[in-house]
């Protein structure tokens, strides 16, 4: 197979020789992760991925995947100080960052390129690209996927057809009070709430406060306030009303007792293994309400509250062009390409049909996770609603989570880029208060009466006041500068 | 005939019990990481770790050794850069501390201070990338793995300070024998320092059979990456794809059966177990090794 892959390749790249064609511009591409332990079919797919670019757009790719995002991270400030050989480039603000990268030069400038040159990805995401302007340009394309935060809710389908509960009626994440009673009262081995993280960062998209970049915990902005201001999240009272919420919460023993021990990993364990009853999330995707969960069972899903769009979920997963590539354009055209085909698409993600997945009979397909070939990350390559619905999944959630982006109200912040040059001490303090004082005030571990002026004490002493004027001064001038009200 | 007392007896039961807890301390996780790897990962899920496995299952070993070949050529690739690695450091190392112990040496302060120097100021990464890839262009080579270790400065001036612990008088006795720089180095000063040899073997050996970031850094070629690295590389995959189900949805159902945790300790089975086995086979040339002239006989 893979060989037949190759001499195809070899054919028609020497058949498009022949016709005199020249030959096919070799681009580097490089990603995370990118297939399943042990890879072992990784050049097969590339092999035909490429074998159909050949053929339509004269373009052949080097996949190079130096390992999950941790290494990728660690690894690529090197590679592109080396001056590497590289077109295409995964970037983000969790893995390789984006912003760093792009206002160092290393990327290229796309906004007179994109509409050119890549019309569909500039029709579909061209407000949500305003989130990757660095110094008012733009620097990558954001492989759409969910971006609007939406506060919701999720509990395992037994216990809402035992106790009958009805999630429409839903408003606040206050009247759940009463299912988590009754859950406190009748399933005994069950924690009614996870406190993986505070009900009140889970609350942030309900309250409508997005961050500013930076220490997401503590500072805030609001979507649809008249104007453009920081503030310390604690003295927003409707911030401490969700306070004030969980603290009532743990003293009814609806929280974990020993909450404040966990780990986030060990949480998610309880989670999988079906020892929690709600979890509260901040990303709610529409369509996909009833999923399988881990431990048996279905989960469903409930939002409540507003959706908005903020800044960092557009550039949690961009592809940059290097500034240094020689094929800017034509890099441009294969992400186009990309954007549109979903035969390649579904290729570089799935790998190759009846090898490394099957096609059930409703269009749905079955992937192989140990055949050799398994990302099961689409958001990484690109445009995630081309991705054919996975058996489970719902064939109109894609299109579903575009209507949500598109109508879900975008944050004023979109595009804002903090610079933290002159507040560099500032944000470490505060940082080093905030480690101290917010998991157990914030939950309501301990009394927010007694504790939240001691937190505020010691965040002034850190020097929140300096940060906040400096942010604001930011803000003002980014406002002004791009027109912003 | 030492008559037993009670109260021996009670030291002696006392003393015993002391031990075999603290053995257990030892042994116990050892053995949870082998009943993990052995477990079924559904179980392991809901019902947490135990001493035994509960469901038996061979799944975790199943799917890492669907590419034996991999880890094989993953635990070649390291022997092979230990050995090498540890045999020509510790002779370049050693070459480059003679000369630098010897009081009859003009240049031995300046020479000494450049190498100390790079002790406290490092080039740095990306330099130091740049250099092994553009000047050097050992990326993708079994050599990058050992090279670098040759020469390290620490242990540079841990043999030179050894070196001078040995007699001048031995060095000039040789000379007026005849005996050649070469002949002092290999025949007198080697010898006399077995113990310091053995230590900056021993610290080598271990750096480079731990290295994982090297690796990470200039290694790409499938055929050449070390073991740790390559396990590095499998746990932070199986991380990834858990994220990814976080993200993209509907996982659960996805990778079904996939295992993950009893996956890793397999993992730390298949990568200890071998030394577990050979270690106590070599402890006694090892502590001989660091024993070696520490008694003037």
Redesign the interface.
């Known amino acids: 197979m893979k060989r037949i892959a190759a001499m195809a390749l070899t054919v028609t790249m020497l058949m498009t020789s022949v016709l005199g064609f020249s030959k096919p511009v070799e681009l580097v591409w490089y990603l995370?992760?990118g297939g399943?332990?042990?890879y072992?079919d990784s050049k097969v797919v590339y092999d035909a991925v490429n074998e159909i670019l050949a053929k339509n757009l004269n373009v052949v790719i080097d996949f190079?995947v130096?390992?999950?995002?941790?290494?990728y991270n660690?690894?690529m400030?090197?590679n592109m100080?080396?001056g590497?050989k590289m077109d295409l480039i995964f970037t983000s603000h969790w893995s390789n960052n984006y912003v760093k990268a792009a206002s160092n030069g290393l990327y290229a400038p796309l906004d007179t390129l994109l509409p050119k040159l890549a019309p569909t990805i500039w029709k579909d995401t061209k407000d949500m690209l305003t989130a990757a302007k660095v110094n008012g340009k733009i620097y990558g394309v954001w492989g759409q996927q969910i971006a609007a935060k939406t506060s919701n809710l999720n509990v395992r389908d037994t216990l809402i057809s035992k106790y009958g509960w009805d999630f429409a009626k839903l408003k606040s994440p206050a009247d759940i009070e009463p299912m988590l009673a009754q859950v406190k009262a009748g399933e005994p081995e069950l924690i009614p709430l996870s406190t993986r993280k505070p009900v009140a960062e889970w609350m942030l998209p309900y309250l409508g406060i997005t961050g500013v970049g930076i220490l997401p915990e503590v500072l805030g902005t609001r979507v649809d306030d008249g104007k453009v201001k920081v503030f310390s999240l604690i003295d927003d009272a409707k911030y401490l009303e969700m306070v004030n919420l969980s603290r009532s919460w743990y003293e009814k023993g609806y929280l974990a007792k020993d909450g404040f021990t966990y780990s986030n990993d060990q949480w998610g364990?309880m989670k999988?293994?079906?020892k929690v009853a709600f979890d509260f999330h901040n990303t709610w995707?529409p369509g996909?309400e009833v999923?399988?969960?881990?431990?048996g069972g279905m989960l469903v899903t409930a939002p409540f509250g507003q959706s908005f769009v903020e800044g960092l979920s557009i550039i949690a997963n961009l592809t940059a062009v290097s500034s240094r590539s020689k094929n800017i354009e034509t890099s441009v055209k294969v992400m186009e390409y990309f954007w549109t085909h979903p035969e390649v698409f579904n290729m570089i993600v799935w790998g190759l049909e009846g090898r490394h997945y099957t096609k059930t009979a409703d269009g749905k397909i079955q992937?192989d996770?140990?055949a050799g070939y398994?990302?099961?990350?689409?958001?990484i390559y690109g445009n995630?609603f081309l991705s054919y619905p996975?058996?489970?999944?719902n064939p109109a959630a894609a299109k579903m989570t575009y209507d949500l982006n598109q109508r879900a109200k975008k944050a004023k912040t979109m595009g804002f880029s903090l610079n933290l040059d002159s507040i560099k001490t500032q944000v470490a303090m505060v940082t080093s208060v905030k480690d101290q004082f917010y998991v157990p005030v914030v939950n309501g571990y301990i009394d927010p009466v007694e504790n939240l002026p001691k937190y505020r004490a010691a965040l002034k002493k850190a020097g929140i006041d300096e940060l906040l004027a400096e942010i604001q001064k930011q803000l003002d001038a980014w406002a002004k500068a791009n027109n912003v009200k | 005939m030492i008559e037993k007392t009670g109260k021996d007896v009670l030291v002696k039961v006392l003393m015993h019990g002391v031990l075999v807890g603290f053995a257990l301390f030892c042994i116990v996780p050892m053995l949870v990481v082998i009943s993990i790897s052995l477990s079924d990962e559904k179980d392991l899920?809901?019902?947490?770790y135990s001493l035994f496995p509960r469901i038996f299952s061979s799944g975790a070993y199943d799917?890492i050794l669907?590419?034996p070949n991999?880890l094989l050529n993953a635990y070649g690739v390291t022997i092979l850069s230990t050995i090498l690695g540890t045999v020509f450091g510790v002779l370049f190392m050693s070459m480059a501390a003679f000369p630098l112990s010897r009081p009859d040496f003009r240049y031995k302060g300046w020479i000494t201070f450049y190498v100390f120097f790079t002790m406290l100021f490092s080039g740095g990464?990306?330099p130091t990338?740049?250099v092994v890839?553009?000047v050097l262009q050992l990326q993708d080579t079994l050599w990058v793995l050992f090279l670098p270790v040759f020469i390290s400065a620490w242990n540079v001036i841990l043999l030179i300070s050894f070196f001078r612990s040995i007699p001048f008088e031995m060095v000039e006795s040789a000379k007026i024998d005849g005996a050649s720089e070469v002949t002092i180095y290999w025949k007198i000063v080697l010898p006399m320092s077995k113990p310091a040899l053995a230590t900056v073997a021993l610290l080598v050996a271990l750096r480079l059979w731990n290295e994982w970031f090297t690796s990470?850094?200039y290694i790409?070629e499938q055929s050449l990456v070390s073991l740790q690295f390559w396990m590095q590389?499998?746990m932070?995959?199986?991380?990834?794809?858990l994220m990814?189900?976080d993200?993209?949805?509907?996982?659960?159902?996805?990778?079904?059966d996939?295992p993950n945790e009893s996956a890793r300790m397999a993992m730390a089975v298949l990568a200890a177990g071998p030394m577990m086995f050979v270690f106590p086979f070599f402890q006694k040339y090892f502590a001989k090794g660091l024993m070696v002239g520490s008694v003037k006989g």
């Open positions: 995370p992760g399943t332990f042990p072992t190079k130096p390992g999950a995002p941790g290494q660690d690894l400030p090197l100080a080396a590497e364990q999988n293994s079906g995707k996909e999923t399988p969960a881990p431990f992937p996770p140990k398994f990302t099961n990350s689409a958001y995630t996975v058996v489970g999944s | 899920l809901i019902n947490g799917y669907t590419s991999a990464l990306v990338y740049l890839t553009q990470m850094l790409r590389r499998v932070q995959n199986m991380q990834f794809l990814n189900q993200v993209m949805g509907g996982g659960a159902a996805l990778l079904g996939l």
